[in-house]
C-alpha cells in the first residue's frame, strides 16, 4: 500500500515478471481497474494482474485496522498451507 495510485502502479510494475507467491494491494473496484488498465497499456501480464489479491486479505467482514490485519494474515496462512491459490 502506498500514498498513491502512481505509486502502487509503479511497485506493480517493478515486481512484474518476478516469481513471487503473494502480492496483494488494498484497493477498491475503481482503484484496481484503473491501475490493472494502466499497466496492460504498459505492457504488464495480465496472467500477473490476475495474480494479485485485491482486495488484500480474506472476506472476513473486517472494519478496523487490527481486523484488517488479521483478514491478510489468514489470507498468508491459507495459501501458506495451500487451502488458497498464491
Known sequence: ????????????????????????M???????????????KRGVDREFLNSIHCPIGLSIGSRTPFEIAVSIAAQLIAIRRGKLEG
Open 1 to 24: 500500500m502506498t500514498p498513491e495510485h502512481g505509486f502502487d502502479e509503479e511497485v506493480l510494475e517493478s515486481l512484474s515478471g518476478m516469481q513471487l507467491r503473494y502480492v496483494g
Open 26 to 40: 488494498m484497493a477498491g473496484e475503481s482503484k484496481k481497474r484503473t491501475i490493472f488498465t494502466n499497466l496492460e
